[in-house]
């Protein structure tokens, strides 16, 4: 082979192999790139994953509170009321009156009724307790509402006796029982709703 040609032989074949490895750089260096974004748009795609997920939990607390709140106020206007007309029976005296004695039994009647117009309110308030969840609080707020029952129970068979003329200490001790047993009762909800909305509470 003369010089010529080994030359330009060589210079064919260092110009191949330099192709080659200017290829397989560009091939790798474009490789990292994508690899570099690929991880960039997971890290990206994870944040704002976290973020809705975020968003949708305090949005999830905040509604669950407001229903919570919306409860036990309910439940306090039908123990208030129905705690008025124990108050009224309560002050009624067998020397009173006729008509001071009629005005209370009147008054203490109408609150009692008032009372049961409240609790029907307080029982669509329990459904959405249900619809919000956890199935804990569903539960609490039956409970809750299910004590209010014998306060009820209670408050009318003093009411009752007074129209009679057989009201005796016992039945306004009936009705103090009945009284704190429901108030326990809406203490065990407030409990069981600071521990559903934690911050960190999980979706159940």
Request: proline share 2%; aromatic share 6%; net charge negative.
């Given at each position: 082979m003369d010089a010529g040609l080994a030359g330009l032989l060589g210079g064919v074949i260092g110009a191949a192999v330099g192709a080659v490895g200017a290829t397989a750089s560009a091939w790798i260096t474009g490789?990292?790139?994508?690899?570099?974004?690929?991880v960039q748009s997971e890290t990206q795609l994870g944040q704002v994953r976290l973020q809705i997920d975020a968003e949708r939990r305090?949005?999830?607390?905040?509604?669950?509170?407001?229903?919570?709140?919306?409860?036990?106020?309910g439940f306090h206007r039908v123990q208030e009321t129905l705690s008025e007309a124990g108050?009224?029976?309560?002050?009624?005296?067998?020397?009173?009156p006729p008509?001071?004695?009629?005005?209370?039994?009147?008054t203490a009647r109408r609150l009692w009724n008032e009372a049961r117009i409240l609790n029907r309110q307080l029982d669509r308030l329990q459904h959405v307790v249900y619809v919000e969840g956890p199935?804990?609080?569903?539960s609490a707020a039956q409970v809750a509402t299910g004590a209010l029952v014998p306060y009820f129970g209670a408050v009318i068979d003093w009411l009752h006796a007074v129209d009679h003329g057989t009201e005796?200490?016992?039945?306004?001790?009936e009705a103090g029982?009945?009284?704190?047993?429901?108030?326990?009762?809406?203490?065990?909800?407030?409990?069981?709703?600071?521990?559903?909305?934690?911050?960190?509470?999980?979706?159940?």
């Open positions: 490789n990292k790139a994508q690899q570099q974004a690929e305090r949005s999830l607390l905040e509604s669950r509170k407001s229903a919570y709140l919306a409860f036990t106020e108050i009224k029976l309560g002050g009624i005296e067998a020397d009173d008509e001071e004695r009629e005005e209370r039994r009147r199935h804990e609080m569903g005796t200490p016992q039945h306004g001790a029982r009945a009284h704190s047993e429901a108030y326990g009762k809406l203490l065990d909800f407030l409990y069981a709703a600071s521990d559903a909305t934690l911050p960190d509470v999980r979706d159940r």
